[in-house]
């Protein structure tokens, strides 16, 4: 049984921090791509950031790079965005994802989504 699920958004500052964490558990899929998207009130839904299970691979959407960095933690089934220097235009619900086919590396053809953790940078 597939099972994703968010946890650590809240309300911060500009300029502030945050870290998510996401439980993505797959039994009978040992190399999932996991990934970070978003949605900001009235815009569709956008990748932040990606990672690899099997690897070390890691990708970002323009606006996370050098400011957002994902990890994980392999033995705990977990992955994490750890967000610095929030703006105004991070507020969004984060979604947590997850897929068992490529093409990789993109952030397309995710197929296994978390409910959502809300976000709110405050200026």
């Known amino acids: 049984q597939v099972h994703v699920e968010e946890s650590g958004g809240g309300s911060v500052q500009a300029g502030g921090s945050l870290r998510l964490s996401c439980v993505v558990s797959?039994?009978?899929?040992?190399?999932?791509?996991m990934g970070w998207f978003r949605q900001a009130p009235g815009k569709e839904r956008e990748g932040v950031a990606g990672?690899?299970?099997?690897?070390?691979?890691?990708f970002y959407a323009h606006s996370a790079k050098g400011r957002f960095t994902i990890s994980q933690d392999r033995a705990k089934d977990m992955i994490y965005l750890q967000m610095n220097n929030l703006n105004v235009d991070d507020t969004a619900i984060y979604y947590c994802?997850?897929?068992?086919?490529?093409?990789?590396?993109?952030?397309?053809?995710?197929?296994?989504w978390g409910q959502g953790t809300q976000v709110a940078v405050s200026s």
């Open positions: 994802a997850a897929k068992t086919s490529g093409p990789w590396m993109e952030f397309v053809n995710y197929n296994y």
């Open positions: 990672i690899y299970r099997c690897g070390s691979n890691t």
């Open positions: 797959m039994p009978s899929f040992a190399c999932p791509e």
